[in-house]
């Protein structure tokens, strides 16, 4: 039951979807614009930095939102760091896939971020690489390919097996059981980024994927 609890809460928050909402700021519904994704990086594309950058920031923050309420509901849980993760599934749901907006909504990169965040915590100050560690894997591959999607994709990667190497070496403080738990939802989500991005790795694969600072192109 704690485990939905988590998950429900973790939804509801994920249903804000703030690239829409900036979108509409702007006079724009972002779903038919650009990739026709409600995330961060087409809100960037079509409306430019300071969107992107709105977008992004509420993305993480309902991340965080989640996480401190599931964090006051079960403190003192001695498996807190999973129920949290199961918070930061249910925000990914909500983001991904809202029900009010029939489903459609954006990959969950941002809210990926915000679970890197709230996750440096449970083992202060070694704990606190993550951030860093994680946003290197997004900055060097962006850098190189100018693909925003290959970044991405590397850093959610990258943050699943710091978490694992994270419990394995007892930072969150729980039994096994409970560790390869938290694993497998993480594990789960990864795939989902990898899925929501499968029409990226077709454009990769055939040299049309946008690149990062290139003219935007309507799909």
């Not at 990739?35 to 509420?58: E, H, I, P, Q």
């Amino acid at each position: 039951m704690e485990r939905l609890i988590c998950l429900a809460v973790g939804y509801v928050c994920g249903l804000l979807q703030t690239g829409y909402l900036v979108g509409k700021l702007n006079h724009v519904d972002i779903r038919k614009k650009g990739s026709g994704n409600a995330g961060s990086t087409n809100a960037l594309r079509v409306l430019g930095w300071k969107a992107g950058l709105m977008t992004f920031a509420g993305d993480v923050l309902k991340c965080v939102a989640a996480f401190l309420i599931t964090f006051f509901m079960y403190r003192g849980s001695d498996a807190l760091p999973m129920l949290t993760m199961y918070a930061g599934a249910g925000v990914t749901l909500g983001h991904n896939f809202p029900f009010y907006m029939n489903f459609k909504g954006g990959k969950g990169i941002a809210v990926m971020a915000g679970m890197v965040v709230v996750n440096s915590f449970w083992h202060l100050p070694q704990s606190l690489l993550m951030i860093p560690v994680t946003l290197a894997f997004f900055v060097v591959p962006v850098a190189v390919t100018k693909y925003i999607s290959v970044g991405s994709l590397a850093a959610y990667t990258v943050f699943l097996i710091e978490m694992v190497i994270a419990g394995q070496i007892g930072w969150f403080e729980m039994d096994a059981a409970r560790c390869y738990e938290l694993y497998g939802v993480l594990f789960i989500l990864t795939t989902l980024a990898w899925y929501r991005h499968r029409e990226n790795i077709k454009r990769l694969a055939a040299g049309t994927e946008n690149q990062f600072g290139s003219k935007k192109k309507e799909r």
